[in-house]
Structures are given as C-alpha cells and as structure tokens.
T-cell receptor, first 115, second 111 residues
Framework: DAGVTQSPTHLIKTRGQQVTLRCSPI?????VSWYQQVLGQGPQFIFQ???????GRGNFPDRFSARQFPNYSSELNVNALLLGDSALYLC??????????????FGSGTQLSVL | GDSVTQMEGPVTLSEEAFLTINCTYT??????LFWYVQYPGEGLQLLLK?????DKGSNKGFEATYRKETTSFHLEKGSVQVSDSAVYFC??????????FGSGTRLSIRP
C-alpha cells in the first residue's frame, strides 16, 4: 500500500506569491494534518482535518488555509509568501480523529523555498 | 502552553556505545509521549510511544519510560549501530489533534 504522498517535492517561489501544496493520505485514513518544519527545528502543527472539517488549528496567520476533499486528500494554501515561510511542509494521516493510541503516518514533505 | 525540551545535538558516539537522549515536557493534562525518528532522506516516523505514567515504550532496541514525577521521557539504547544515525524528536500529544515536537537531536554513530 502507498504511504502518505505529497506533491510537489520541491518548490521555489518569490515573496508575495501564493502556493498550494497537496497531500494524499493512506487509503482508509480520514484524518490529515499539516506541519511546518523550519530547518534545524521540530515540526510545528498548522492544521488538522477530519471528515472534511477543520478539527484543529495551530498558531499560524490567516495567510495559511487548508481544505480536505471528499476523497480525504488535502491541500494547504499559503498566500502572500514571506521569506520566513521557507520550510519543509509535512502532511500526516491517520484513520480516526486522533486518539492517543492512534499512529500518525508522515509523508516525506514538500520543501518550499521563498526567494 | 504545552512544550517539549530535548537535549541539543549533535551527539556523536562510537558503534556499540550506550545512548541516552534527554527529554522533558511541560503539560497541563496527561499527554501521550512519543519519540519520532527522521532518517536521512526519509520521512518522519514513529519510533515508540507511551500513553500513561510509568508506561515503557520500546522498539528496535530503543526504550523510553513515561516519568510523571520528573516530567521526563528519556530515550535509551544499550548498543547503538551506524544505522541508528538520524534525527530524533521527542513529542507529546495536546488534545486529540495536535502533536508538539521538540527541536530534535541529531545522532551520528561512528563505525
């Protein structure tokens, strides 16, 4: 079975542009989460979606938005890009909403560089 | 808010050495605790977890015990291998949706 897949793997944008990152969860997984990992730091939670509804949001500005589609895939959108948005963006999926004993599976990420 | 503090790296050890990576946490509730590992060129993956106080998580020779009295979850391995070279993240669950990660510890093992 395929794992969590993300596209594109790498992306270069300039300040002020908008970007859309895509994620396909593992088959059967209904929950998708997004994390931002700045170089040298741990991942930071951005959003969680479950059954197409937002179930959690981290401390990120409104420039960041996401959605989940009926097939449980997800997109993360970032508007008005800043240099500080340069990071590895990770998508993770799990079957349910997030019980403590539920394993989270991560994709390999999209490396975004903002010039 | 909740937070995780882990030992700064990089940590460099010789093969077969004993490994400890320290992790302490601050939480208002009773979170689950995790160690994740990021091997070079690969995605983040769960190494082990513990869901309540005094639980011991273990996997691939690694162990960590959930210590509520010291708010710690130190990662240990008795004999490391070159293949253990990676970045290790201590983490906790906050609510049902959010995982809070530490800043990561890079481990390098010399043959």
């Amino acid at each position: 079975d395929a794992g969590v897949t993300q596209s594109p793997t790498h992306l270069i944008k300039t300040r002020g542009q908008q970007v859309t990152l895509r994620c396909s969860p593992i088959s059967g997984h209904k929950s998708v989460s997004w994390y931002q990992q700045v170089l040298g730091q741990g991942p930071q939670f951005i959003f969680q979606y479950y059954e197409k509804e937002e179930r959690g949001r981290g401390n990120f500005p409104d420039r960041f938005s996401a959605r989940q589609f009926p097939n449980y895939s997800s997109e993360l959108n970032v508007n008005a890009l800043l240099l500080g948005d340069s990071a590895l963006y990770l998508c993770a999926s799990r079957k349910g909403q997030g019980a403590s004993n539920e394993k989270l599976f991560f994709g390999s990420g999209t490396q975004l560089s903002v010039l | 808010g909740d937070s995780v503090t882990q030992m700064e790296g990089p940590v460099t050890l010789s093969e077969e050495a004993f490994l400890t990576i320290n992790c302490t946490y601050t939480a208002t509730g009773y979170p689950s605790l995790f160690w994740y590992v990021q091997y070079p060129g690969e995605g983040l993956q769960l190494l082990l977890k513990a869901t309540k106080a005094d639980d011991k998580g273990s996997n691939k020779g690694f162990e960590a015990t959930y210590r509520k009295e010291t708010t710690s979850f130190h990662l240990e391995k008795g004999s490391v291998q070159v293949s253990d070279s990676a970045v290790y993240f201590c983490a906790l669950s906050e609510g049902a949706s959010k995982i809070i990660f530490g800043s990561g510890t890079r481990l390098s093992i010399r043959p």
